[in-house]
């Protein structure tokens, strides 16, 4: 069975940082690619953040660039988000999804999603 397992999330301060963690189980880690998605209070779609695959092959949303970072340790079987200079508008619950193609992960599709976990930011 394949499990996705986010944590991590949390109320942090306008500026702080965090970092996201997705242990995953149920399938050959290294073959698939991990995104970061997240849906802002209010809103039903899940917009893309940042992708990772164990090739060193990334993806980062314009929106994010220079303050988001994904990475995967095979190792562990873990994905990782590490978010810096947070702001308030990335309030959100923070969702990962795994796929062995990063181009659908891009269109935000995938048949493996973990369950979400909260980040607020404080001003």
């Known amino acids: 069975e394949v499990q996705l397992q986010a944590s991590g999330g949390g109320l942090v301060h306008s500026g702080g940082s965090l970092r996201l963690s997705c242990t995953v189980s149920g399938f050959v880690f290294h073959n698939y690619a991990v995104g970061w998605f997240r849906r802002a209070p209010g809103k039903e779609d899940k917009g893309v953040l940042c992708i990772g695959d164990s090739d060193g092959e990334t993806y980062a949303a314009d929106s994010v660039k220079g303050r988001f970072t994904c990475s995967t340790d095979n190792a562990r079987n873990t994905a990782y988000l590490q978010m810096n200079s947070l702001k308030p508008e990335d309030t959100a619950v923070y969702y990962c999804?795994?796929?062995?193609?990063?181009?659908?992960?891009?269109?935000?599709?995938?048949?493996?999603w973990g369950q979400g976990t909260q980040v607020t930011v404080s001003s």
């Open positions: 999804a795994a796929d062995p193609f990063l181009s659908r992960l891009r269109d935000g599709r995938s048949d493996y």
